[in-house]
């Protein structure tokens, strides 16, 4: 099994930068992917980026290009989700992902607010 810990997230005005962190243990050498996905309220979970454990390819979902960055620590286990350029529109809870051939693991997810 794998555990995820999410953290990073808080209250900041439009325009301004967080980033969240990602601790992964357990058997993470089973990882593929490490993913982050959010969920606004009254909204679906949506997939934000991915990173694969291994071979770094990283994938954004349009509404983040270019803002958001993705991107690992291996000796740490971690994943992180570098977000510049707030707007009101990114308020969700930010789950982080791990994929071990067809199962999902998700973390506890991590608050982020962005006001206007």
Same mark, same amino acid.
């Given at each position: ?6 953290? /990073? ?5 439009? /325009? ?83 994929? $071990? ?5 998700? /973390?506890? /997810?991590?608050? $982020?607010?962005?006001?206007?």
């Amino acid at each position: 099994q794998v555990q995820l810990v999410e953290s /990073g997230g808080g209250l900041v005005q439009a /325009g301004g930068s967080l980033r969240l962190s990602c601790a992964a243990s357990g058997r993470t050498f089973t990882i593929y992917t490490l993913s982050w996905f959010r969920q606004a309220p009254g909204k679906d979970r949506e997939f934000v980026a991915r990173n694969t454990w291994s071979g770094g390819s990283t994938y954004y979902a349009d509404s983040v290009k270019g803002r958001f960055t993705i991107s690992r620590d291996n000796a740490k286990n971690t994943v992180y989700l570098q977000m510049n350029s707030l707007k009101p529109d990114d308020t969700a809870r930010y789950y982080c992902n791990a994929r $071990v051939q067809a199962i999902d693991y998700w /973390g506890q /997810g991590t608050q $982020v607010t962005v006001s206007s």
